[in-house]
């Protein structure tokens, strides 16, 4: 392997990216694409770098992976141990990107039997307003279209299919304020929103089969708030709740089913706070099928929600393939392999047809 994929993403860890904060990071890898001796063009809008080949092939493969990373928990410092390296973004994503790094330097000495897209983008890890992702479809889609999509997330060397969606809204109950040693002469919004919380608890979340495929769906609390002060009785309270549903859905269905959940507990309001698409498994589309099928891939679903959904959306079918076991992302314990790092750079050299 001519590659030290380890000591890349070492140094790539290295370089504090948490999201909001990547253009370093992006100041690296773009210097790196720049003064390579690949035929790439690059380009660069915000903290987001695109490295595209123009050979002239039949059909572009894009590549792509977040810059940011969740805030550190005690992880900050990178520490190698023996083939392991241990910290902050060395599974979601660093790992995957010092692969992409390294598919851009293999550029160099052979032509590919496809076009390559090198996507590096910002703020995957929150809000979808800060997705460097959305900003490039929406301001440059050009950029980012091709005939099939890998998105470099931590799977394990897994082929995780397509991807959940998921929707927050905001259930909102009214009540009436009132001094709590009276509180008969108010209404407590709060016990108002007790209805929901009960049917969130019960609620028996179904397994979907797609493809066969088993995507096990989820609806949770994730927030509430209430009250002014201990001897008031609350006015009002906000309950947010999250839906995860399978690609069997559509999005238009799933909200629409959300807010009728909400409103038959009782909410006086529910906004949708944010809602996303899931993305269908595609696995009979030809190159899926090549790389599962090819390469003897397992196969398993996306149990959450990537970027992968952002390609369907645009009609670009997209699948997650990446280093580092994906159960250890955003942990104390989060940590990549050298072995993970350069059997996910072989196969994609195979498959690109620079190995």
Known sequence: ???????????????????????????????????????????????????????????????????DTVPANGNQVPRLDGDVLHGLGTADMKGGLAVLLA???????????FDVTLVFYEGEEVADEFNGLRRLFEEAPALVQGDLAILLEPTGGWIEAGCQGTIHVRATF????????????????????????????????????????????????????????????????????????????????????????????????????????AAPPNLMHPLIAEITGVYDLPVRPKLGWTDVARFAAHGIAACNFGPGDPELAHTADECVERISLDACLALLEAFLGIA
């Open 103 to 113: 598919l851009g330097d293999d550029l160099d000495r052979k032509r590919p039997r």
């Open 1 to 67: 392997m001519s590659h030290d994929l380890l000591a890349l993403t070492e140094l790539l860890c290295e370089i504090p990216s948490v999201s909001g904060a990547e253009a370093t990071l992006a100041d690296v890898v773009e210097a790196r694409l720049r003064g390579g001796d690949a035929p790439l063009l690059v380009e660069r809008i915000g903290a987001n770098i695109v490295a595209r080949t123009q050979f002239g092939c039949e059909r572009r493969i894009v590549l792509g992976g977040h810059l």
């Open 174 to 277: 009214e009540g009436v304020r009132a001094h709590s040693a009276r509180p008969w002469m108010g209404s407590n919004a709060i016990h108002r929103a007790a209805p929901l919380l009960e049917r969130c608890a019960n609620f028996v979340a179904e397994t979907v089969d797609v493809d066969s495929l088993e995507y096990r769906e989820a609806l949770q609390v994730v927030r509430i708030e209430g009250g002014i002060a201990n001897n008031v009785v609350p006015d009002r309270c906000t309950v947010v709740v999250n839906r995860r549903y399978a690609p069997s859905r559509s999005l238009a269905d799933a909200v629409e089913e959300m807010i009728a959940f909400c409103a038959e507990a009782g909410a006086d309001h529910v906004d949708v706070l944010n809602a996303s698409m």
